[in-house]
Nanobody
Framework: QVQLVESGGGSVQAGDSLRLSCAAS????????VGWFRQPPGKEREFASA????????YYADSVKGRFTISRDNAKNTVYLQMNSLKPEDTAVYYC??????????????????????WGQGTQVTVSS
């Protein structure tokens, strides 16, 4: 069992930056692939970014590519999402998710919600224009 807790959300202006953190507890985190998803108000949850178990592979949705950077520190059991040049359309609840099934290869990342077993409770990001 892995428990995930997101933090770092908040209300910012367009063009600002935020860094989200996803802290894991319960089990060793370094065999888990991790993803960030987001759910804009009134919309379906969507994929934002993912990282392989050691950080060797990353993947981004087109909507965040070039602005967001995912990274991880397995010694701290934490995955980060650095979000720069934020836009109002980035407003959403951001969730991190993890799954050990994605940890068999450092070239594997999960880009769909059904690939992940463990989810955090989410953190709100609001970007105003």
């Amino acid at each position: 069992q892995v428990q995930l807790v997101e933090s770092g959300g908040g209300s910012v202006q367009a063009g600002d930056s935020l860094r989200l953190s996803c802290a894991a507890s319960g089990r060793t985190f370094n065999n888990y692939g991790v993803g960030w998803f987001r759910q804009p108000p009134g919309k379906e949850r969507e994929f934002a970014s993912a990282i392989s178990w050691s950080g060797g592979s990353t993947y981004y949705a087109d909507s965040v590519k070039g602005r967001f950077t995912i990274s991880r520190d397995n010694a701290k059991n934490t995955v980060y999402l650095q979000m720069n040049s934020l836009k109002p359309e980035d407003t959403a609840v951001y969730y991190c998710a993890a799954d050990r099934g994605l940890g068999y290869s450092d070239r594997v990342v999960g880009t769909t919600a059904n690939e992940y077993k463990y989810w955090g409770q989410g953190t709100q990001v609001t970007v105003s224009s």
